[in-house]
T-cell receptor
Framework: GAGVSQSPSNKVTEKGKDVELRCDPI?????LYWYRQSLGQGLEFLIY????????KSGLPSDRFSAERTGGSVSTLTIQRTQQEDSAVYLC????????????FGSGTRLTVV | DQQVKQNSPSLSVQEGRISILNCDYT??????FLWYKKYPAEGPTFLIS?????DKNEDGRFTVFLNKSAKHLSLHIVPSQPGDSAVYFC?????????????FGKGTRLSVIA
């Protein structure tokens, strides 16, 4: 597609439920990143996929968070047993190669845990 | 431990004047720096970047200055326009060519007053 697509754009869920957030990167982009922005905070790195390599999961805040990338394209971020502190905007980004021109971000999914 | 710091949460500037947004970093391994701009309900968009081998990079109304010894960079916008009102994020990387995830600051909200 023309840009990075994320769905849903908004998600309200009850505490304790599981949620899945989807990211459709730009076609051909080999690198895919998940970040989140909590209220008043910067962009916090969560996980990074590069081609067929094992993902860099060093930013995941707990084992309730997981992500996969199928076929080198679409990625799903799953949060199990959601907590109120998981409320944030979850941003997905992709890049072709290297950081030189930065990433292309999607519009994000605003997750609210009530 | 915040590696990239934007100490001013907000900045207000009159239209036509210069806007100066500041960013400090602590990791001496960073050698590539980027600025992103974010409008509400949209993902961040890449604005301008600079490599550590330079001390200045200019693109139209936007100039980024890097003082490596002080671990400080700044973004100058001149003349400022109302459409520049947005949140500006500073980001850093240990490599321009690699895909190491960018480290972001918390952002500075710029308001340009007509």
């Amino acid at each position: 597609g023309a840009g990075v697509s994320q769905s849903p754009s908004n998600k309200v869920t009850e505490k304790g439920k599981d949620v899945e957030l989807r990211c459709d990167p730009i076609s051909g982009h080999t690198a895919l990143y998940w970040y989140r922005q909590s209220l008043g905070q910067g962009l916090e790195f969560l996980i990074y996929f590069q081609g067929n390599s094992a993902p860099d999961k060093s930013g995941l805040p707990s084992d309730r968070f997981s992500a996969e990338r199928t076929g080198g394209s679409v990625s799903t971020l799953t949060i199990q047993r959601t907590q109120q502190e998981d409320s944030a905007v979850y941003l997905c980004a992709s890049s072709l190669s290297g950081n030189e021109y930065g990433y292309t971000f999607g519009s994000g999914t605003r997750l609210t845990v009530v | 431990d915040q590696q990239v710091k934007q100490n001013s949460p907000s900045l207000s500037v009159q239209e036509g004047r210069i806007s100066i947004l500041n960013c400090d970093y602590t990791n001496s391994m960073f050698d590539y720096f980027l600025w992103y701009k974010k409008y509400p309900a949209e993902g961040p968009t890449f604005l301008i970047s600079i490599s550590s081998i330079k001390d200045k990079n200019e693109d139209g109304r936007f100039t980024v200055f890097l003082n490596k010894s002080a671990k400080h960079l700044s973004l100058h916008i001149v003349p400022s326009q109302p459409g520049d009102s947005a949140v500006y994020f500073c980001a850093a990387s240990v490599s321009a060519s690699g895909n190491t995830p960018l480290v972001f600051g918390k952002g500075t909200r710029l308001s340009v007053i007509a």
